[in-house]
């Protein structure tokens, strides 16, 4: 990474990256996401394990991509590439003609930075509309309410949006310079990007002593980093 980071951020930021391209990729090849990025359902106790783990990577890559985005400063918000023109062709395609999606493989999962929500805009509600009560017939059939039913560890559950999730961190480690460049964007932007509170898979009690000292480390320097401490 090209940008200017303090040496005391320089080697926290290493570790995070490499550990982070790691775990990451471990997870993939674990699930069996190669060549065909697909993984329908999971035991409930290994989607519970992927699930914190993705939660902690999320953490971990967006404080990431903040720190290498202020130490290279802000973008404006408008701020986009111009269309590039295929290698070896004289003419470019025009907006009608350029695909917007491959049917297969299908397009990698986008990953998203912003971690606070943006301002919802006061819009009044949509207005509703009241029928009165329906009829109800007692030999027809009802969904099944799966609360009613006890949770047990080697339950199927499907773990599409798990996977995606993956995929999407994935996706940002292969390409950092993108998403670098649109956290420099977000940057300029008045709406934070980042929750100024730790998150809780910080504390988690899973992670080793050091893991959590670590994590703890990048979540400071990324409030630290643009007014620091000289007290």
């Known amino acids: 990474?090209?940008?200017?980071?303090?040496?005391?951020?320089?080697?926290?930021?290493?570790?995070?990256?490499?550990?982070?391209?790691?775990?990451?990729?471990?997870?993939?090849?674990?699930?069996?996401?190669?060549?065909?990025?697909?993984?329908?359902?999971?035991?409930?106790?290994?989607?519970?394990?992927?699930?914190?783990?993705?939660?902690?990577?999320?953490?971990?890559?967006?404080?990431?991509?903040?720190?290498?985005?202020?130490?290279?400063?802000?973008?404006p918000a408008g701020t986009q590439p111009g269309p590039v023109a295929p290698a070896g062709s004289g003419t470019s395609r025009t907006p009608a003609q350029t695909p917007t999606r491959a049917v297969w493989p299908p397009a990698a999962p986008i990953f998203r930075l912003r971690e606070c929500a943006r301002?919802?805009?006061?819009?009044p509600p949509p207005r509703q509309y009241r029928t009165g009560p329906r009829i109800r017939f007692l030999d027809a059939p009802h969904p099944v309410d799966l609360r009613d039913y006890s949770a047990h560890p080697a339950d199927i559950l499907p773990c599409g949006k798990l996977v995606r999730r993956l995929l999407a961190i994935n996706h940002a480690l292969d390409f950092p310079d993108r998403y670098i460049k649109k956290?420099?964007?977000?940057?300029?932007?008045?709406?934070?990007?980042?929750?100024?509170?730790?998150?809780?898979?910080?504390?988690?009690?899973?992670?080793?002593?050091?893991?959590?000292e670590s994590a703890r480390q990048l979540h400071a320097a990324t409030r630290n980093f643009s007014a620091p401490d000289t007290s």
């Open 119 to 123: 301002p919802a805009q006061a819009t």
């Open 183 to 212: 956290m420099r964007q977000c940057l300029g932007m008045a709406s934070p990007v980042l929750r100024p509170a730790m998150p809780p898979v910080f504390r988690s009690r899973k992670l080793r002593h050091l893991q959590q």
């Open 1 to 75: 990474m090209d940008a200017d980071l303090p040496p005391r951020l320089r080697g926290l930021t290493w570790f995070w990256w490499s550990a982070a391209g790691y775990l990451a990729s471990q997870a993939r090849r674990r699930l069996g996401l190669w060549p065909i990025p697909v993984k329908p359902f999971l035991p409930r106790v290994e989607q519970e394990s992927l699930n914190a783990l993705i939660t902690f990577l999320e953490a971990v890559v967006r404080r990431l991509f903040w720190l290498e985005a202020a130490g290279l400063g802000a973008l």
